[in-house]
Every structure is written in structure tokens, then in C-alpha cells.
């Protein structure tokens, strides 16, 4: 079991509060929806989480290590952003040898969704090919905690069960923190439902105080 704890997290954007003295903790076998009108911070929040981007303050630990602010933690947490981010000229299969864990590569080489382009460099995929194979390799590489961005985003109705079961199957051994536009997709897949909002961050207790927030109508 792992766990993952961020505390008294802060930030300021353009001199205005956006993220004020949050808490998340997670550990191995949670889902928590992260939920949030456009603007409220959710892709900052997560990039602190990853370290790619710098809070003004936060008190973050994995386990019993403290991990400094803006310091990346890509073997234990990895971060999935709501763009493309593969590098253009490289080859799926070289990829997957790079950021999947050893004991995973041999099965993803055989994914259907995976299969059939080894050989194509990421700029020859279309945008929802090359999704399904970004949420593929996130989540089979070697971090304890994975944080999702809008993984549905660009994935056909007919491939959006494969993420899903794909996420399910993940977090048994890994903790997953998922935000989308398409919440109803997160919902089915989450444990606990986390709102942020007035740069709070809210533990709700169940879906229908969606409603009481303000997130839903």
C-alpha cells in the first residue's frame, strides 16, 4: 500500500488566489473524481501533484518522503495532460520500452488498440489512436499514482470502455486521480468525489451534492 499526501497546497495565478490551503490524500486502490467548472484550477492542481508546475506553497509526502515543491516525481506519479504529449517522431514500440514497466511492455506489444502501430511514428496517428495509447502507457508504467487529464478526451463512444476498464483494472494496484469534461464517465469509475470550487477544494460525501455545489443543475 502507498500513499500520497498534499497539504496546505497554494498558488497564485496573475496575482489573484486560485488555489487556497488545499488538501488531497490518495492511496493504492482509490479512484477520486476530480470535479470543477472550466477555470477553477483542476489541470494547476494536478500539475502541482506531478510537479511540473510550481505552488506557492505546499507540504506534499509519498509515504513517509517529504518531495520538495516543483520537484518531478516521475517514478512514482506520473501525469496525463489533456493534449497530445508523445514526442512526434518517435516510434510507438520505442515508447512503450521507455516509459512502460519492464513487466508490461510484452503485453501492451499485443493490445489491440497498441498492436497494430509498433512501427508508426506518433505523428502518423490520428488524435483518438494516438489518446487510447497515451492512457495505455500511463497507466502501465512503474508509478504508485497516476493523474488523468481529460483521458476521454478525442475517444470514440466505442472506445471509451476500453479506458474504462483499463482505469478499473489499474487502480487495484495504484492510486488515480481522473478529471473530465465528461463527468458521468468519471463518476461510474470513482470512489470518492472531490469539487473544486473558489479555489476550495470539497470532499462530497455523494453524487446529489453535485447539485447543492453548484456543478451540476
Do not use: W
Not at 518531478?72 to 516509459?99: C, D, E, G, W
Amino acid at each position: 500500500m502507498h500513499y500520497l499526501h498534499v497539504d496546505s497546497l497554494t498558488k497564485t495565478q496573475n496575482g489573484v488566489p486560485l488555489l487556497n490551503n488545499l488538501f488531497i490524500s490518495c492511496k493504492t486502490g482509490d479512484i477520486i473524481a476530480l470535479l470543477g467548472r472550466n477555470g477553477t484550477g483542476k489541470s494547476t492542481l494536478l500539475k502541482i501533484i506531478f510537479g511540473s508546475v510550481k505552488a506557492d506553497f505546499k507540504f506534499q509526502k509519498i509515504n513517509t518522503k517529504i518531495v520538495k515543491n516543483g520537484t518531478l516525481q516521475h517514478r512514482r506519479i506520473q501525469y496525463l495532460p489533456q493534449s497530445n504529449f508523445l514526442p512526434k517522431n518517435a516510434t510507438i514500440k520505442k515508447l512503450l520500452t521507455v516509459m512502460c514497466a519492464k513487466s508490461e511492455v510484452k503485453k501492451l506489444y499485443t493490445n489491440p488498440h497498441i498492436a497494430p502501430y509498433l512501427s508508426s511514428q506518433v505523428k502518423e496517428l490520428s488524435g483518438g489512436e494516438l489518446r487510447i495509447i497515451e492512457v495505455l502507457m500511463i497507466l502501465n508504467t512503474e508509478a504508485a499514482f497516476i493523474l488523468l487529464d481529460e483521458p476521454f478526451n478525442g475517444i470514440s463512444p466505442i472506445n471509451v470502455k476500453t479506458i474504462s476498464d483499463a482505469i478499473r483494472e489499474k487502480s487495484a494496484l495504484k492510486g488515480i486521480v481522473i478529471t473530465d469534461h465528461n463527468y458521468e464517465l468519471v463518476l461510474e469509475l470513482a470512489d470518492s468525489i472531490r469539487v473544486l470550487k473558489n479555489g476550495s477544494l470539497l470532499k462530497l460525501k455523494d453524487q446529489n451534492q453535485l447539485r447543492e455545489y453548484g456543478y451540476i443543475y
